[in-house]
Nanobody
Framework: QVQVVESGGGLVQAGGSLRLSCAAS????????MGWFRQAPGKEREFVAA????????PIADSVKGRFTISRAHGKNTVYLQMNSLKPEDTAVYYC????????????????WGQGTQVTVSS
């Protein structure tokens, strides 16, 4: 199976920046797309950004468009979420996910999920 591990979360003041990393490892014989989701206590998990296997498709949620950027490393086993101009409403646990498909999706239909990394934005 594939293991997905997020890192890079932390505490930052409003207007600051963070870069989250997601490393996928294990027996990855097939191509996969990756996605980022977030969930605050008492709220549903929501889509943030996704990237196709080729990196050519990068759908981004309207709530973070213009502030967040998703990208792949050269080897395609690591993805990043660059978060700029952070707002208190961005506070949540951020999850990375992978699926056995080359196509990016904004849904939660992913095969593997990380344990999440906490992002807290102070006002």
């Amino acid at each position: 199976q594939v293991q997905v591990v997020e890192s890079g979360g932390g505490l930052v003041q409003a207007g600051g920046s963070l870069r989250l990393s997601c490393a996928a490892s294990g027996r990855t014989s097939s191509s996969y797309a990756m996605g980022w989701f977030r969930q605050a206590p008492g709220k549903e998990r929501e889509f943030v950004a996704a990237i196709s296997w080729s990196g050519g498709s990068t759908p981004i949620a309207d709530s973070v468009k213009g502030r967040f950027t998703i990208s792949r490393a050269h080897g395609k086993n690591t993805v990043y979420l660059q978060m700029n101009s952070l707002k208190p409403e961005d506070t949540a646990v951020y999850y990375c996910a992978a699926r056995q498909s080359t196509v990016a999706t904004t849904t939660t239909r992913y095969d593997y999920w990380g344990q999440g990394t906490q992002v807290t934005v102070s006002s």
